[in-house]
């Protein structure tokens, strides 16, 4: 629960950590997330590692928490078009200030091995955050990069994309939840 680091040395490569990722029902999952205060040296090393683990686990957005770190902060890559337009950003401490529009999304979550559900999001946003130096900065997102933000947005405030839908489609993919971690070797 509190994203102890493990070591991956590659073959004269620089060392990386990965962050040890939270699978459902991790507490750190349920819970709001505080505010990041301090803008230093340790938060560019773990934005780092919260990307590099989103990398290795083939994510397209990570939110802290999904690392055991009860703090506001995201990373995303959404490629738009192709591997050439992969583009990582980091936002802290985001806030939605505006949005239009609805649109059904097919989304997964790393933190709930194969399962996927349709979710009803916002279809463009207009986020308000601040960078890895603390300065605040405002972003408009549509599409498939909207929706990322939406849904990591969700895991700081401790709810998940399972929450969107019906207390029945909930426990029927939590079931396939307890078999796919099952699966992957993982104690719940
Ligand atoms: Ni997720």
Same mark, same amino acid.
């Given at each position: 629960?509190?994203?102890? @680091?493990? %070591?991956?040395? =590659?073959? =004269?490569?620089?060392?990386?950590?990965?962050?040890?990722?939270?699978? $459902?029902?991790? *507490?750190?999952?349920? !819970?709001?997330?505080?505010?990041?205060?301090?803008? &230093?040296? @340790?938060?560019?090393?773990?934005?780092? &590692?919260?990307? *590099?683990?989103?990398?290795? *686990?083939?994510?397209?957005?990570?939110?802290?928490?999904?690392? =055991?770190?009860?703090?506001?902060?995201?990373?995303?890559?959404?490629?738009? @078009?192709? %591997?050439?337009?992969? /583009?990582?950003? @980091?936002?802290?401490?985001?806030?939605?200030?505006?949005?239009?529009? %609805?649109?059904? $999304?097919? %989304?997964?979550?790393?933190?709930?091995?194969?399962?996927?559900?349709?979710?009803?999001?916002?279809?463009? !946003?207009?986020?308000?955050? /601040?960078?890895? #130096?603390?300065? $605040?900065?405002?972003? +408009?997102?549509?599409?498939?990069?909207?929706?990322?933000? /939406?849904?990591?947005?969700?895991?700081?405030?401790?709810?998940?994309?399972? +929450?969107?839908?019906?207390?029945? #489609?909930? #426990?029927?993919?939590?079931?396939?939840?307890?078999?796919?971690?099952?699966?992957?070797?993982? *104690?719940?």
């Amino acid at each position: 629960m509190d994203g102890r @680091a493990s %070591e991956v040395v =590659g073959q =004269g490569e620089p060392t990386m950590s990965l962050l040890e990722l939270q699978y $459902w029902p991790a *507490e750190v999952l349920r !819970i709001v997330a505080s505010p990041v205060t301090e803008f &230093d040296a @340790a938060l560019q090393t773990t934005l780092e &590692d919260m990307a *590099e683990t989103m990398y290795v *686990e083939r994510g397209i957005g990570l939110a802290a928490p999904q690392v =055991g770190i009860s703090k506001r902060m995201i990373v995303i890559d959404t490629p738009i @078009a192709d %591997e050439e337009s992969s /583009q990582l950003e @980091a936002l802290i401490n985001p806030e939605i200030i505006e949005s239009s529009g %609805e649109l059904i $999304w097919e %989304e997964g979550c790393l933190s709930f091995p194969g399962l996927t559900v349709d979710i009803t999001r916002k279809e463009t !946003i207009r986020v308000r955050f /601040q960078d890895h #130096k603390g300065a $605040w900065h405002e972003m +408009d997102a549509a599409g498939l990069k909207a929706v990322c933000i /939406q849904h990591e947005l969700d895991h700081l405030n401790g709810i998940n994309f399972i +929450d969107h839908v019906s207390p029945l #489609k909930r #426990k029927l993919l939590l079931r396939e939840l307890k078999k796919n971690l099952t699966e992957l070797g993982v *104690e719940t």
